[in-house]
C-alpha cells in the first residue's frame, strides 16, 4: 500500500505464481485482499503509520495484477466466491499441452530489447499526450449501447438461474472490463500510426495535439471553442471505436464467462481434480450459446449425463420462469430483462427484449 502511494496511486502487479500473492494476503500486515478490491473501482486509500503518527491519503487507484498459478494456488488466493475478488478477476484457463512444443526461437530475436524499444517509443506518446490534454473520454453509440446492454442482460439472466448471486456479481464486473478493454482498444486503434511499426513511429510528439486531431477516432469534446481547436488548444477529446472492433471485444465476453465458471467450480465445493462432479444440470446451458435449440441442449445433456426428459424439463421450467425465452420452434434463448435508465424522479422501469444476433 506504502509503494502503491509512493507512485502516486499507480502500479503494476506480475507474479508468475499466484500464491507469492497469497502469503501477502494472510500476512499479519499485508492488507492486500482489501487493497486489490479496493483498486478494481480506483477507490481511495487511506492509512495511519502507527510510529510516527504520520496520515496518508490516495485520491484515486490505478493497479493492474497479472497472475498466474495451477487450479491448487486459487483456493488460498481466493477462498470463496463471497470474497468479493472472484468477481473482480478476469480468468483464463489454461489446457493442459497434449504434445511437445519446439522448444528453440530460429530467428535469433532479442525479445528483450524489442519490448524496451517498443516502451519507450510508447511512453514518449503517452507523456506527450499527459501534458497536454487532461482528459479522453470513451463514448459508444447509441446503438453500440443498446447492443452491449442487450447481450449482458441475456448473460446476466443465464447467470442468475444457474449460479444465483455468485455468478451475477461475475457478469456485472466482466461488464467493467470489457468496457475497459473497449476503451484500450479504441485508443490504441487510434494512436496506430504513433505505435512502434507505425507509418509515425518514432516521430518528435511536438504538437501531439494536432496529431491527436488527425488520429481516427478522436474528436474534440463539444464544449471546446473552435478558436481553441483552430490554435491546438483541445485538453479534452471524445473517443469512439470502430464497429469490427466493438464486436471483436464483445465476443470475449462469452469465453470471459465461461473460464469464470470453470474456476467457480474449483471453489469451496469444488476440487480441482474433478471439478465436472459438482455439476448440477442446469449448469449444462453455460455450454450453450445465449440462444440455442432443444436439440442442441440435449446433445449437451447427453455429454454431461442429464437425460432428454431431464432437459425438456428444465426448458420447461426455465420458460415458465421467464428465464428462457421460446422464440421459434425448438428454439430458445435466455431473456435480456433490464431496468432502463429514465430522468430522476422518474421511476425506473423493467424491460425484456430480443433483438437479433448481429
Same mark, same amino acid.
Given at each position: 500500500?506504502?509503494?502503491?502511494?509512493?507512485?502516486?496511486?499507480?502500479?503494476?502487479?506480475?507474479? /508468475?505464481?499466484?500464491?507469492?500473492?497469497?502469503?501477502?494476503?494472510?500476512? *499479519?500486515?499485508?492488507?492486500?485482499?482489501?487493497?486489490?478490491?479496493?483498486?478494481?473501482?480506483?477507490?481511495?486509500?487511506?492509512?495511519?503509520?502507527?510510529?510516527?503518527?504520520? !496520515?496518508? %491519503?490516495?485520491?484515486?487507484?490505478?493497479?493492474?495484477?497479472?497472475?498466474?498459478?495451477?487450479?491448487?494456488?486459487?483456493?488460498?488466493?481466493?477462498?470463496?466466491?463471497?470474497?468479493?475478488?472472484?468477481?473482480?478477476?478476469?480468468?483464463?484457463?489454461?489446457?493442459?499441452?497434449?504434445?511437445?512444443?519446439?522448444?528453440?526461437?530460429?530467428?535469433? /530475436?532479442? !525479445?528483450?530489447?524489442?519490448?524496451?524499444?517498443?516502451?519507450?517509443?510508447?511512453?514518449?506518446?503517452?507523456?506527450?499526450?499527459?501534458?497536454?490534454?487532461?482528459?479522453?473520454?470513451?463514448?459508444?453509440?447509441?446503438?453500440?449501447?443498446?447492443?452491449?446492454?442487450?447481450?449482458?442482460?441475456?448473460?446476466?439472466?443465464?447467470?442468475?438461474?444457474?449460479?444465483?448471486?455468485?455468478?451475477?456479481?461475475?457478469?456485472?464486473?466482466?461488464?467493467?472490463?470489457?468496457?475497459?478493454?473497449?476503451?484500450?482498444?479504441?485508443?490504441?486503434?487510434?494512436?496506430?500510426?504513433?505505435?512502434?511499426?507505425?507509418?509515425?513511429?518514432?516521430?518528435?510528439?511536438?504538437?501531439?495535439?494536432?496529431?491527436?486531431?488527425?488520429?481516427?477516432?478522436?474528436?474534440?469534446?463539444?464544449?471546446?471553442?473552435?478558436?481553441?481547436?483552430?490554435?491546438?488548444?483541445?485538453?479534452?477529446?471524445?473517443?469512439?471505436?470502430?464497429? *469490427?472492433?466493438?464486436?471483436?471485444?464483445?465476443?470475449?465476453?462469452?469465453?470471459? !464467462?465461461?473460464?469464470?465458471?470453470?474456476?467457480?467450480?474449483?471453489?469451496?465445493?469444488?476440487?480441482?481434480?474433478?471439478?465436472?462432479?459438482?455439476?448440477?444440470?442446469? /449448469?449444462?446451458?453455460?455450454?450453450?450459446?445465449?440462444?440455442?435449440?432443444?436439440?442442441?441442449?440435449?446433445?449437451?445433456?447427453?455429454?454431461?449425463?442429464?437425460?432428454?426428459?431431464?432437459?425438456?424439463?428444465?426448458?420447461?421450467?426455465?420458460? %415458465?420462469?421467464?428465464?428462457?425465452?421460446?422464440?421459434?420452434?425448438?428454439?430458445? %434463448?435466455?431473456?435480456?430483462?433490464?431496468?432502463?435508465?429514465?430522468?430522476?424522479?422518474?421511476?425506473?422501469?423493467?424491460?425484456?427484449?430480443?433483438?437479433?444476433?448481429?
Amino acid at each position: 500500500q506504502e509503494n502503491l502511494m509512493d507512485s502516486g496511486g499507480v502500479g503494476l502487479i506480475c507474479e /508468475t505464481e499466484a500464491d507469492t500473492v497469497s502469503t501477502a494476503i494472510g500476512g *499479519d500486515h499485508g492488507h492486500w485482499s482489501d487493497l486489490l478490491r479496493k483498486c478494481f473501482d480506483h477507490d481511495r486509500l487511506a492509512y495511519n503509520r502507527r510510529t510516527n503518527h504520520e !496520515y496518508r %491519503e490516495c485520491n484515486v487507484t490505478f493497479l493492474c495484477v497479472l497472475l498466474s498459478g495451477t487450479p491448487a494456488q486459487i483456493k488460498p488466493l481466493i477462498p470463496s466466491a463471497e470474497n468479493g475478488l472472484f468477481s473482480r478477476q478476469l480468468f483464463y484457463y489454461m489446457p493442459a499441452i497434449e504434445e511437445w512444443e519446439d522448444q528453440f526461437n530460429e530467428a535469433d /530475436t532479442d !525479445y528483450d530489447s524489442r519490448f524496451l524499444e517498443w516502451g519507450a517509443q510508447w511512453k514518449e506518446v503517452l507523456d506527450a499526450i499527459t501534458a497536454s490534454v487532461s482528459n479522453i473520454n470513451m463514448k459508444l453509440t447509441h446503438e453500440q449501447k443498446e447492443i452491449f446492454n442487450f447481450h449482458f442482460a441475456r448473460v446476466f439472466g443465464r447467470a442468475s438461474a444457474i449460479h444465483g448471486n455468485q455468478m451475477k456479481s461475475a457478469v456485472t464486473r466482466i461488464a467493467i472490463n470489457i468496457f475497459r478493454i473497449i476503451s484500450i482498444i479504441a485508443l490504441l486503434r487510434s494512436l496506430e500510426s504513433l505505435l512502434p511499426g507505425g507509418e509515425r513511429s518514432g516521430e518528435p510528439q511536438e504538437n501531439i495535439v494536432r496529431t491527436l486531431l488527425d488520429c481516427p477516432g478522436l474528436t474534440p469534446s463539444a464544449h471546446i471553442p473552435q478558436e481553441n481547436i483552430a490554435d491546438g488548444i483541445v485538453p479534452q477529446f471524445n473517443l469512439s471505436i470502430r464497429t *469490427d472492433d466493438f464486436y471483436a471485444v464483445l465476443a470475449l465476453v462469452e469465453p470471459l !464467462y465461461r473460464h469464470a465458471c470453470h474456476i467457480l467450480s474449483l471453489l469451496p465445493a469444488g476440487t480441482p481434480t474433478a471439478p465436472s462432479a459438482n455439476m448440477t444440470p442446469e /449448469t449444462l446451458f453455460d455450454c450453450l450459446p445465449l440462444r440455442f435449440t432443444r436439440n442442441e441442449a440435449i446433445d449437451k445433456g447427453e455429454q454431461v449425463g442429464v437425460p432428454a426428459g431431464s432437459v425438456d424439463s428444465l426448458l420447461k421450467r426455465m420458460t %415458465e420462469r421467464g428465464q428462457l425465452v421460446k422464440v421459434g420452434r425448438g428454439e430458445y %434463448e435466455f431473456n435480456a430483462r433490464m431496468h432502463t435508465r429514465t430522468c430522476v424522479g422518474v421511476r425506473e422501469s423493467a424491460s425484456s427484449a430480443s433483438l437479433q444476433d448481429s
